[in-house]
């Protein structure tokens, strides 16, 4: 401002357009500086936290598969919702998503040989397996006769120490995120995880059986809070070092 004082008032226009213009080329050339690679090989994307991990998401149920249903409340809806949010904050981190479905569909190539079910866990596994996945993360809901039991809780491929890693750091997450449950993870005997070749967990959202539960599975809001809680289960896990890791 002083300047401006002591020249004329054109010479003070243009030394502040000098100005100007050299801060505009220091800030453009600091931003290049954080934006571009240090060397050639390495890129943006390969800073991002999951940028060489591939992740197989597994909405449970679809189409002709409805899942649990409760309180006006259907499994198969509330579990897509949640893997959607979980695969953009997933994709986000640079992680490769692979779906086993993203819309409301079972996995049947009709016609259907043998029990249906079969045929749509097997197919599950198929694409699955072709995306030699790092984790598997299969979406489910819970119901039981009772109302009373909620809250989720996270299994884990039996005898596998990564797939029970991840699920305590998911579990953790959960417990901390949505605040309203103290379950812990444990070892599932499920198809799924049975199945899966890889680090895989079975993540049972809460109870739609519960009706306070199911109002907040069905909301959107709640559904985000969950999606949230896996990402940092999942993120917590894979940021640990290689050697326990890997
Ligand atoms: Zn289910």
């Known amino acids: 401002m002083r300047i401006l004082l002591v020249g004329s008032k054109k010479a003070g226009v243009k030394y502040c357009l000098s100005c100007l213009f050299l801060l505009t080329m220091l800030a453009a050339a600091a931003a290049m500086k954080f934006l571009l690679p240090a060397s050639g090989a390495t890129t943006v994307q390969g800073c991002l936290p999951l940028a060489d991990k591939t992740i197989v998401l597994d909405p449970g149920h679809g189409g002709y598969d409805p899942g649990v249903m409760a309180n006006n409340v259907e499994e198969k809806k509330v579990v897509l919702e949640i893997a959607l949010l979980l695969r953009d904050y997933l994709q986000a981190s640079g992680a490769r998503v692979v779906m086993t479905r993203e819309t ?129 289960g999942v993120l917590q896990h894979l940021a640990q070092p290689p050697e326990t890791a890997q």
């Open 104 to 232: 409301d569909r079972d996995l049947l190539v009709l016609p259907a040989a043998g029990p249906k079910k079969q045929q749509d866990m097997r197919n599950r596994m198929k694409i699955a397996a072709a995306a030699a996945p790092d984790l598997l993360l299969s979406i489910h809901a819970n119901a039981i006769t009772s109302p009373r039991w909620r809250g989720a809780q996270v299994f884990y491929k039996t005898d596998h120490e990564q797939a029970k890693m991840l699920a305590e750091a998911v579990q953790q997450q959960l417990r901390r995120v949505l605040g309203n449950t103290d379950r812990l993870s444990k070892p599932g005997d499920y198809y799924v995880l049975n199945e899966a070749e890889c680090c895989a967990v079975l993540v049972e959202c809460g109870f739609i059986s519960n009706p306070e539960e199911a109002q907040l599975l069905a909301d959107p809001a709640y559904q985000a809070k969950v999606a949230w809680a896996i990402y940092l």
